[in-house]
């Protein structure tokens, strides 16, 4: 079976600092994998280079075995590839409907009614088809981040990466993403890469989960084996909390 993703050594720089530093990682068709790391870890970049909107310094990234390194967003879009953004950003001007018309529209080439029939599908399956005619200026971030997710499915993607689409939510909120997440997958055979804090949900979410630090795999595995990891706890809460841990894991 052709892996859905695969990036191949993948290196991307912003001056001096290396943001992804020879990355590699292969995603199978219906897979939910996780990404988790400190900040800085590269998380985003590795988003934005799968995305097209940073070119990487040298490396692949291929969908489905196309080499589309470097391809621009839309091109990516009609290959497949939709995300959400970590600041959700909706065109402030236009209706929660038409927002979500907006993804099938540039991912599909389909006219504004094709688009808007899209959206009506889309918003009741992430629960917004109740405030389709408002403004996002109106909603609450749950509710934004929702349209967010709605934008990225009108896409009709086989790979979608979602940037800390939880961030800020209620509990009932996360409950309820991670609910529609695994339908996705469930349903549509959607591949998913989950970039978020919340651990939690990771947990919950995740088939594997990949650790990021300074731009490389620190480690990838079962939720549970990769959170048990003295290098993960390391990563996130540093050198002393990890020994102390080793020396004491009962406290």
């Not at 909107?53 to 692949?60: D, E, K, L, N």
């Not at 094709?114 to 996002?136: C, F, K, M, N």
């Not at 595995?221 to 909390?241: I, S, T």
């Amino acid at each position: 079976m052709t892996a859905r993703l695969t990036v191949s050594d993948v290196t991307c720089r912003f001056g001096g600092l290396r943001a992804l530093d020879g990355l590699s990682l292969t995603v199978e068709p219906g897979t939910i994998l996780g990404v988790i790391g400190p900040n800085g870890a590269g998380k985003s970049t590795f988003v934005n280079v799968v995305t097209g909107q940073i070119a990487p310094a040298s490396g692949r990234v291929a969908v489905d075995g196309r080499d589309l390194t470097g391809a621009h967003p839309s091109r990516l879009a009609r290959a497949g590839v939709a995300r959400t953004f970590q600041v959700v950003k909706p065109f402030r001007d236009l209706t929660v409907r038409q927002n979500v018309a907006c993804g099938a529209m540039f991912a599909t080439g389909a006219s504004v009614a094709r688009g808007l029939e899209e959206a009506d599908g889309v918003l009741g399956r992430v629960g917004l088809a109740a405030v389709a005619e408002a403004r996002p200026a109106t909603l609450p971030i749950g509710h934004l981040k929702r349209l967010e997710l709605g934008r990225a499915l009108a896409m009709r993607p086989r790979i979608l990466l979602l940037d800390e689409v939880m961030a800020g939510l209620r509990p009932d909120d996360v409950a309820a993403t991670v609910a529609l997440i695994r339908r996705l997958r469930d349903e549509d055979g959607t591949t998913v890469l989950v970039i978020e804090h919340n651990m939690a949900a990771i947990v919950a979410l995740s088939d594997e989960v990949l650790v990021l630090r300074e731009g490389a795999v620190l480690t990838r595995g079962a939720p549970g084996d990769v959170l048990d990891d003295d290098r993960v706890v390391e990563a996130y809460l540093g050198q002393r909390f990890a020994r102390r841990r080793r020396e004491n894991p009962d406290g």
